[in-house]
């Protein structure tokens, strides 16, 4: 069982930014695709983002693509989740979530995301 933490939400302004990080202890996640997610209080979870497992291959919801950048640190084992020109509809829940694959530059907006982190929560705010 892979057991990913997401870090580094918190209370920003609209127009500010924020980095999100993933990671997990103990494993490596070279062989994981790593996507986020974003849950807003009565809407549906959605995916926002995702690297693949080389990480040649990014792709974005239309909602933050421009804004936001997924990147992914072998060294440091983990991924981030850049998140400039924050606006309040960014505001809810963010989680990161991974699936193990053979397929090195293989689109991951399709995939289907197997371990999850507890999330953590973005509030952009003035």
């Known amino acids: 069982q892979l057991q990913l933490v997401e870090s580094g939400g918190g209370l920003v302004q609209p127009g500010g930014s924020l980095r999100l990080s993933c990671g997990t202890t103990?494993?490596?996640?070279?062989?994981?695709?790593i996507a986020w997610f974003r849950q807003a209080p009565g809407l549906e979870r959605d995916q926002i983002s995702c690297v693949s497992r080389g990480g040649g291959t990014t792709d974005y919801a239309d909602s933050v693509k421009g804004r936001f950048t997924i990147s992914r640190n072998r060294a440091k084992n983990t991924v981030f989740l850049q998140m400039d020109s924050l606006k309040a509809e960014d505001t809810g829940v963010y989680y990161c979530?991974?699936?193990?694959?053979?397929?090195?530059?293989?689109?991951?907006?399709?995939?289907?995301?197997?371990?999850w982190g507890q999330g953590t929560q973005v509030t952009v705010s003035s």
């Open positions: 103990g494993r490596s996640l070279n062989e994981y695709a």
């Open positions: 979530a991974a699936v193990r694959t053979i397929l090195t530059h293989t689109a991951c907006m399709s995939f289907n995301y197997a371990y």
